[in-house]
DNA sequence: TAGTCACATGAACACATGTTCATATATTTG
DNA sequence: CAAATATATGAACATGTGTTCATGTGACTA
């Protein structure tokens, strides 16, 4: 007989769950395919590349800014979000890569 | 100049977000993690191993078998759940792999 | 058939989340 | 300095989610 026990400690699940929900939406979904092809890209360029309002991306991208995601640099009026870690894309992939889905 | 685009349709788009949202949350972690070791675990034996109770760990069940993670076998009094596709289990490992969290 | 075990269900609640709107702040430009 | 541009903020609201509790249902057992 086999014994079965989590592997993975509480404090690391928590912290999985946590990530997991800040990428967990499909605008955001949205914003980190963009960012994995170009670095870098402003709060209006990612707007008009969503398609979407202005406050509601900032909104977005300051959530996943605070949950680590993503990191910011300002230049002249314009402030640059980029991807802390790019193997976060990996996720998506591992979706997109299953195949009942 | 290179040009950037969404490289995902909005449909995928929502997919992939449905199925984060089922995986992102702690329990359900857990659950997919002793489910990767077992191929398969009656709902007691997920509540003892996950220390939870009977009906949190329905919902939960239930709720992944709705979006298409579990599936559910029924033998005698028990009912057996298990992963409708392990290649799930790796999403759990980007994340554990990713350096910064 | 009555009792027990295993699991599901559903109401109710607190709490978190997504969105919109109006407005604030910072930076550049004229 | 005033106006324009880029972004952030915060209130307010609707909606979604996680949890608990009480109870229902199906299957085995004595």
Known sequence: M???KLRIDSKKLERAAYVLKAVAH???IGIIDLLDQRTELSVTELCD????????????????RDKGLLGTRRDGKNIYYFLVDKTITNIIECINGCEQF
């Open 49 to 64: 590349l969503l398609q979407c309002e202005q406050s509601l991306i900032s909104h977005h991208l300051i959530n996943m």
């Open 26 to 28: 499909p605008t955001r």
């Open 2 to 4: 086999t014994f079965t």
